[in-house]
């Protein structure tokens, strides 16, 4: 009788210790999926002003091509002329659809 009651506090000690094993992992991946969270958030922000200087560049591509600037031909300005009218006219397109 005394091995059995021997056994079933080890089995309890070892249960509570698990638990508390259980709860301390709860919580580190709770801390974890917030970190996670906040880093997801700010790549997001980040690949937002990827994009943002993306567009100001190719905006100042264009600009510094149109103005004929001795960087860029005279083809570069055609083609760049070129790819904005595609751009305009499938905008139009879709607005048509």
Same mark, same amino acid.
């Given at each position: 009788?005394? *091995? =059995?009651? /021997?056994?079933?506090?080890?089995? !309890?000690? +070892?249960?509570?210790?698990?638990?508390?094993? =259980?709860? #301390?992992?709860? !919580?580190? *991946? +709770? !801390? =974890?999926?917030?970190?996670?969270? +906040?880093?997801?958030?700010?790549?997001? @922000?980040?690949? @937002?002003?990827?994009?943002?200087?993306? %567009?100001?560049?190719?905006?100042?591509?264009?600009?510094? #091509?149109? #103005?004929? /600037?001795?960087? *860029?031909?005279? +083809? !570069? #300005?055609?083609? @760049?002329?070129?790819?904005?009218?595609?751009?305009? %006219?499938?905008?139009?397109?879709?607005?048509?659809?």
């Amino acid at each position: 009788m005394n *091995n =059995l009651e /021997s056994l079933s506090s080890q089995i !309890e000690k +070892k249960i509570t210790k698990v638990l508390g094993r =259980l709860d #301390t992992l709860v !919580e580190r *991946n +709770k !801390e =974890l999926e917030d970190r996670l969270n +906040k880093a997801l958030n700010r790549n997001s @922000e980040h690949e @937002e002003i990827l994009e943002s200087m993306k %567009d100001k560049y190719k905006a100042l591509k264009i600009a510094n #091509t149109i #103005t004929g /600037s001795d960087n *860029n031909s005279i +083809k !570069e #300005t055609k083609i @760049e002329i070129n790819s904005l009218i595609r751009e305009v %006219d499938y905008c139009i397109s879709q607005l048509s659809d």
